[in-house]
């Protein structure tokens, strides 16, 4: 069992920066895949970022590349997302993931989750 908890949410204005963190229970998280996606309101939840076990792989959504940054910090078990230049369609509920497979677009129906941090951007 991972438990997976978010902080670093807020609203910003249009071409603020926030930078997400994901605290992790699991003294083993470096052997899961970390990631984060978010739901705004009204839609599905999307990709956003995933991140390998060691750190030496990263994937981005499209639309957040070259905005986005994902890390981690394996002996603080602890997955980051940076996002800078943010934009009012980012606006959504943040929530990481943890899986022991790569995380994917869709269909990560036995990863972990957390409940989520808010991320508000106005124009």
């Known amino acids: 069992q991972v438990q997976l908890i978010e902080s670093g949410g807020g609203s910003v204005q249009a071409g603020g920066s926030l930078r997400l963190s994901c605290a992790a229970s699991?003294?083993?998280?470096?052997?899961?895949?970390g990631g984060w996606f978010r739901q705004a309101p009204g839609k599905e939840r999307e990709f956003v970022a995933a991140i390998s076990q060691s750190g030496g792989s990263t994937y981005y959504a499209d639309s957040v590349k070259g905005r986005f940054t994902i890390s981690r910090d394996n002996a603080k078990n602890t997955v980051y997302l940076q996002m800078i230049n943010l934009r009012p369609e980012d606006t959504a509920v943040y929530y990481c993931?943890?899986?022991?497979?790569?995380?994917?677009?869709?269909?990560?129906?036995?990863?972990?989750w957390g409940r989520g941090t808010q991320v508000t951007v106005s124009s």
């Open positions: 993931a943890a899986r022991l497979l790569p995380l994917r677009p869709s269909g990560n129906d036995d990863a972990y």
């Open positions: 699991a003294r083993t998280f470096s052997s899961y895949y």
